[in-house]
């Protein structure tokens, strides 16, 4: 029986240490983010970092090449199992912190896979702080104010117009704001259904003078047959 020529007491006692140790660290990056209710919780988590401990554990006690094989497999197939957990909304990406976390997970198996407990935990210390002692300081940068003048963004300008006055709307619209020198990468035209028109021109510049838009756009709203006049921005991810 090939159970009887491959037991080894010893080997089995290192993998009871390092498959309890992945258990372990894992349940405790798990508990944090079961607790933020996040779809990758703690049996995830726990069962990740079990799993990257065995794979490598088990190349490890086989040897050879494949140790080196099998750790890079599980890095690999980690990739996967974290992109299933990104979900893109319009253009919002949601799910990217899970995905890291399910990696650094599958890390702290890996290191306590091949023995490495000491190393396992401090990586767990730093996934879990990662995950709880940074949350206040994002919560305050999402709070600071934008500054469009000097963020990237992209900034369109709206004139809704009759149809008969949308050619010369739309020639008058780029002429005034290359004359504030904003020039103009794309215009289109949209149809609206109480007989107006949206002429759109998105600006070549990434960021603006709010003033200096204002007062472009305070022209713009002069001309005969516009109804409407604005601008919006967009700040880019």
């Not at 065995?54 to 050879?64: H, K, P």
């Not at 990104?86 to 799910?95: A, C, L, S, T, W």
């Not at 949350?135 to 709070?143: E, F, G, H, K, S």
Request: with cysteine; charged share 20%; net charge negative.
């Amino acid at each position: 029986m090939r159970f009887l020529t491959t037991f080894d007491l010893d080997a089995l006692i290192n993998s009871v240490v390092c498959l309890s140790t992945a258990f372990a660290f894992g349940t405790l990056i798990g508990a944090e983010r079961q607790y933020r209710q996040r779809s990758a919780g703690l049996r995830t988590n726990a069962l990740v970092a079990v799993g990257a401990a065995a794979f490598v554990d088990f190349g490890l006690r086989i040897g050879g090449p494949t140790s080196t094989q099998v750790m890079a497999y599980v890095v690999s197939g980690i990739g996967f199992l974290g992109a299933g957990a990104i979900m893109k909304e319009g253009v919002n990406v949601r799910g990217l912190n899970t995905a890291a976390t399910l990696w650094c997970s599958a890390a702290v198996g890996a290191a306590a896979g091949a023995g490495l407990v000491v190393e396992s935990a401090l990586l767990t210390g730093f996934v879990i702080a990662g995950n709880t002692l940074l949350r206040p300081l994002v919560n305050r940068i999402n709070r600071i104010p934008l500054d469009e003048e000097a963020g990237e963004a992209t900034y369109e300008v709206r004139l809704s117009v009759s149809p008969s006055g949308a050619a010369a709307a739309r020639e008058a619209l780029i002429e005034a704001l290359e004359r504030a020198h904003y020039p103009v990468a794309d215009v289109v035209t949209e149809e609206r259904g109480d007989d107006l028109m949206d002429i759109v021109a998105t600006l070549v510049a990434t960021s603006v003078v709010t003033d200096e838009l204002d007062a472009v756009i305070g022209a713009l709203e002069r001309l005969p047959g516009v109804t409407h006049a604005t601008w919006e921005s967009e700040v880019q991810p």
